[in-house]
């Protein structure tokens, strides 16, 4: 196994909702399933309006991510609903203020590209905190992953299985390698 580059889990929100920061130990609670269907006002203290937990599809790999990080070695189902893609994750959670996103922070960190600049101006990306002081709440970027501040990030890896060195070696090779490496910062990754 080869890492390649450092993703994150990013927790979107509404614009009108106005969440800028979330702490680990709030999103822990949200997210655990069997426990009565979430409100605000755990996280506002405030509104009894539900939380709409939308995730980007089950096969991406967010939920599994969040159950690994967030529940180590517990057997959970996390609360939530899927959209189609990361997209569709955008477009729910700007239409309803009592939603929130997860999606990775893959498909939203290369703002060279007008298509993920159009997605990023339509939610607010959430800050998380590892504790529930939220003035340790960092935003998912490049350096926040790059040094490991941001809480809920995961190594993606290339697994060579082939017997001899040929192409697939080659890639990877090329991907972990300084011009591979170079082309994974230009797209917003670490």
Known sequence: NIPICTDAVVLLA???RGLKAMALPTLRTL?????TWPSWSSIDGVSTERVALVFDGPGSGIMRTLADSLFPGEAVTLNGT??????AVVARVARDPGSLGRGPFASL???????????????DLVALSPTDDLSQALPPTQ?????GRYPLRR???AVLTEPKT?????FVSFVAGHKGQRIILKQGLA
């Open 14 to 16: 509404n614009k009108q």
């Open 31 to 35: 997210l655990r399933a069997g426990n």
């Open 82 to 87: 899927t959209e189609p893609g990361v997209p």
């Open 109 to 123: 960190c290369d703002l060279d590209d007008p298509a993920i600049r159009a997605l990023r101006e339509q939610v």
């Open 143 to 147: 350096g926040t992953l790059a040094d």
């Open 155 to 157: 190594k993606l890896y």
């Open 166 to 170: 040929g192409l697939g070696t080659g």
